[in-house]
């Protein structure tokens, strides 16, 4: 065996193809032994070239090579839509075309992959894993029921006498065979599941390990189609036959109890995919939502009301709106009229108003020092403080209440949930023992995201906080570079969406910050938005935006 290329043969130098590999080019990417070293430093003199011990050469990325000049291919031609050498670039086959860095098109290509990964990892296999549970806990059931059916069979045969033993034993044979039948349809279909499960995983660890690894040209040799795991399976729905007894004295066989016909139907909308964003009110996944390319203004509401706050979807045709005055108003958004007013049961004007699950209206009365509810026009006080003052105020999903206290000697800011006028929890301080919040009287509004966590804009830190349903701080958005006018993040109103993103209210840049339920930035709305202030979305991802000075409420659409 030649022990050149011998699978247990050290490196060789790639110019003379002989002596053992001793030092590295990194700027040309070859590997050298010493005596090539001079020849390689004059044969491009144009290059700076970077000869380092072979050990201590970098991690750098293996370009693929090009088959017509045997060139490293560090830019892709966007025309041809494969990668191109410096020599490819010079050519007529390439004249007038648009090039790129190749690792920038890796990157990119890199990027869809893992999002598609990401997606079989977190949503796709997940789901499977879940129908894979839903069929087996069905067949248990499945199992239960029909024992029950044959021990109501029974029950009802010892009330015969002996000579009707035969035709209990045909009844119940019959159950076992529909029993049977079902199950192993059933069976069948699990093991469908847990092939595509399996499937799923070879997938993403194939993919994992090219992905993972430094031979760029792998990355392009990927190729999978994730739509075959998006269609999910019919769900198959048994159908249980019924033992209706007969009377005793009659005809024995007739008169016993007969069994209906069994089925096992399929159902194709029985399952949906399963969301890494879950609510206790959501029974399926929300359909994805892709931000549009230009945010565009629906319909602007003229309030006629200066110095507006707050904004809260009592529904998809109505808003409420609040402002430094002592009556909430509910607007018809198509028609722009006011349907209906209440005023504050202190004359003093509500720091924040929200909606809760059943449609009601809850304000916060901060010189009262009380949260306040409105059922039938009938106001309701729900919570009185002593020696807090009630900032921010939103409704759960679960029907609780959240609200932002502050203390009267101004030094302590805390979020309480509160199940009616009952504390449940408090969240003040993070795993260290410092204040999540600012304190003082300063502007702080708070939402529930779908994912439950806590989100906090507060004005003072020029922060939004966010924290899980625990308590537990996950992270704190502290604006994007460059603000649409440099001017300081200083964030007021914040809502959320169906996609479980939070947006937030920067009114000294007349703007709109969106980010991901993980904190990323996603774009800026601006829509010839003055002075933004309070936040609300309504069920269909539309954005409601109360403008502070121009007395205008905007309904923006900005989800495709």
């Excluded at 970077?50 to 291919?73: A, D, G, L, M, Q």
Aim: glycine content about 4%.
């Amino acid at each position: 065996m030649d022990p050149r290329t011998s699978a247990q043969d050290v490196m060789r130098c790639d110019l003379c193809e002989t002596a053992v590999v001793q030092m590295h080019c990194d700027t040309c990417l070859i590997n050298l032994c010493i005596a090539c070293v001079g020849k390689h430093m004059i044969s491009d003199e144009s290059k700076k070239h970077e000869i380092v011990p072979f050990k201590n050469r970098k991690s750098t990325p293996k370009y693929p090579v090009c088959t017509s000049h045997r060139e490293w291919c560090e830019m892709y031609c966007n025309q041809c839509n494969f990668p191109v050498c410096i020599s490819c670039i010079a050519s007529d086959q390439h004249k007038g075309h648009t090039f790129l860095k190749i690792l920038q098109v890796v990157d990119e290509r890199r990027n869809k992959i893992m999002k598609d990964v990401t997606e079989l990892n977190d949503i796709i296999y997940p789901t499977y894993q879940d129908i894979a549970s839903d069929v087996q806990n069905g067949m248990s059931q499945l199992e239960k029921e029909y024992g029950d059916l044959s021990t109501a069979i029974t029950k009802h045969g010892e009330d015969w006498h002996r000579e009707i033993d035969k035709l209990v034993k045909k009844l119940k044979a019959e159950v076992d065979q529909m029993k049977n039948t079902q199950l192993q349809t059933l069976q069948k279909h699990l093991d469908e599941i847990n092939k595509k499960i399996s499937d799923i995983k070879d997938e993403i660890n194939s993919i994992d390990v090219v992905v993972n690894g430094n031979e760029l040209s792998k990355l392009f040799s990927v190729t999978f189609d994730i739509n075959k795991y998006r269609n999910l399976p019919e769900k198959k729905v048994p159908s249980l036959p019924k033992f209706t007894p007969g009377r005793i004295g009659e005809e024995l066989g007739k008169l016993f109890g007969a069994l209906s016909s069994s089925s096992l139907t399929s159902d194709k909308h029985g399952y949906s995919m399963k969301t890494t964003q879950k609510s206790p009110e959501a029974g399926s996944s929300p359909p994805v939502k892709q931000l549009l390319d230009q945010p565009k203004t629906v319909t602007t509401i003229d309030t006629g009301c200066d110095k507006l706050y707050s904004v809260a979807c009592l529904s998809d045709e109505e808003i409420w709106t609040s402002g430094n005055y002592s009556t909430t108003k509910l607007y018809s958004i198509n028609q722009g009229s006011i349907l209906k007013s209440i005023t504050t049961k202190s004359g003093n004007w509500p720091y924040d108003i929200a909606v809760t699950k059943s449609g009601d209206l809850v304000y916060t009365d901060y010189h009262d020092r009380t949260v306040n509810i409105v059922k039938n026009e009938k106001i309701e006080e729900v919570i009185r403080l002593q020696n807090w003052i009630p900032d921010g105020v939103c409704s759960t999903s679960s029907g609780d209440l959240l609200v932002i206290l502050y203390s009267d000697d101004q030094k302590q800011t805390k979020v309480v949930c509160y199940s009616g006028s009952t504390e449940k929890q408090t969240i003040q301080f993070d795993d260290k023992g410092k204040p999540l919040y600012s304190c003082g009287n300063y502007y702080r509004y708070i939402t529930e995201n779908r994912n439950l966590d806590i989100c906090v804009s507060d004005n003072r830190a020029r922060a939004v906080v966010v924290v899980n349903q625990a308590g537990k701080l996950r992270f704190r958005y502290t604006g994007h570079t460059p603000a649409l006018k440099n001017q300081p993040f200083s964030p007021l109103g914040i809502t959320t969406d169906s996609q479980s993103h939070i947006l937030i209210a920067a009114y000294n840049n007349d703007c709109v910050h969106i980010i991901d339920q993980d904190g990323q930035f996603l774009r800026y709305i601006d829509c010839g938005l003055n002075y933004p202030w309070g936040l609300c979305t309504d069920t269909n991802d539309n954005l409601f935006v109360a403008q502070r000075y121009i007395k205008q409420v905007k309904k923006i659409k900005y989800l495709q």
